[in-house]
Structures are given as C-alpha cells and as structure tokens.
C-alpha cells in the first residue's frame, strides 16, 4: 500500500523558535495532503488542507502566520510552526489521498510528530 | 501497544437500511476510541468518540457506537443510511500520547 512519512518524529525547541514537519507520499503523488494537530486523549483536529502549487486551505480558528504550509512538490508538504510556544505542543499528523476511480480516494496517514516545545 | 482492525475494508449499503460498520481494538489500558468520516476531497469530520463515559455514544449525522470491553469491539451503526453517508470511516484508538488509526472502511450507499 501507499506509505505517508513524517519527519521528524519527535522534536523539541526552545519557546520563540520555528520548527519544519515534513510530510512525504513516498510512492505516490499527492496535490492534497492534510494537516492535522491531536492533543493527548483528544480528537483529530484538521488544520489545512495543502494544495500543491497554491496557497494552503486553513481551517477556521488556525492562525495562518503562524502554521506557514508549503506544498512545493506532488510528494512532499510542510509545516512550519513559526514562533513556536509551548501552547503550540502536540502531536501533528499528516495524511495524503490515494485517487481512485470514480471520485473514491483512500486516505494514507503518516505517522506523525511529536513537537514539544520547552 | 495498541492496535485496531476495521474489519471490512468496503460495506455497500442500500438507502434506507442499517448500517455496521466494525471495529476491533487492542490496548493495554482504558483507551479513548474514535470514528472519524472523511468525504471526498475532505479532511477527517469527529463523528463520536468514547473516553469512558457511557458506553453507548452517540454522535452526528445519527451514528453511534457502543464500546463492549469484553469483546474490545466499537462498532459503528446508523439505523438508516442516507446517500450522503457515502464516505471512508476510520476507527480510532487513542492511549495517552500514541493514536492508532484503522485502516478506514468505505462506505458505498446505493440509491
């Protein structure tokens, strides 16, 4: 099956910093893949949506200038919390679809990042 | 280690008619479970999750699922499937910082 990978895993900055999260389709192209954050024992919150050479779709509530997302290839997005804060601390996944026909897609997940900011 | 299986990877519904969609977990403490929907072109939608309060949640759109330990099952039902139930769903364990995803059932409803 299609593989999403993530890097890093696991980071950890200091407050004020920014930090990249690369999101990778490793054997398929994808012009969208999406972003996400998850706090412990929370749901998934979707973020954007990343568009491959336009501008990235933010979900209501998700501060642009500070989630910057660049999806500059058909294999790779990322996401750079700018300024990071430890509020900003939590596990952010990305996923990529598959298309299949007749409008079906198949969602591959990465396996996220861990950010925890000091 | 945790761990879940969505039993069907394709369930084909008739409009109308009840809906199962299952999920089996696997986990070493009391973990919180999720379905998410995800559309076409869409981010993955919360449909209901249990963090071990009642264990029959419900949740939008009239879906609910009912947590059974003893069979570490959460399967997901809606008693009348509608057109616009056609989606992929994703059962979701969560134990405290690790998340562990189904691999997603797709949910085809015929007219």
């Known amino acids: 099956g299609a593989v999403v990978s993530q890097h890093p895993s696991w980071v950890i900055c200091k407050s004020g910093t920014s930090v990249k999260i690369e999101c990778r389709s490793l054997?398929?192209?994808?012009?969208?893949m999406f972003w996400y954050r998850q706090f412990p024992k929370q749901s998934l919150m979707l973020m954007a949506t990343s568009n491959e050479g336009s501008k990235a779709t933010y979900e209501q509530g998700v501060e642009k200038d500070k989630f910057l997302i660049n999806h500059a290839s058909l294999t790779l997005s990322t996401l750079t919390v700018t300024s990071a804060h430890p509020e900003d601390s939590s596990f952010y996944i990305c996923s990529a679809p598959v298309r299949g026909g007749w409008g079906t897609d198949t969602q591959y997940f990465g396996p996220g990042t861990r950010l925890t900011v000091l | 280690a945790q761990s879940v299986t969505q039993l069907d990877s394709h369930v084909s519904v008739s409009e109308g008619t009840p809906v199962l969609l299952r999920c089996n977990y696997s986990?070493?403490?009391?973990?919180?479970l999720f379905w998410y929907v995800q559309h076409p072109n869409k981010g993955l939608q919360l449909l209901l999750k249990y963090t071990s309060a009642a264990t029959l949640v419900k949740g939008i759109n009239g879906f609910e699922a009912e947590f059974k330990k003893s069979e570490t099952s959460f399967h997901l039902t809606k008693p009348s499937a509608h057109m616009s139930d056609a989606a992929e769903y994703f059962c979701?364990?969560?134990?405290?910082?690790?998340?562990?995803f189904g691999a997603g059932t797709r949910l085809t409803v015929k007219p």
């Open positions: 054997d398929f192209q994808a012009t969208t």
């Open positions: 979701v364990v969560s134990d405290q910082d690790d998340m562990r």
């Open positions: 986990s070493s403490y009391s973990p919180s």
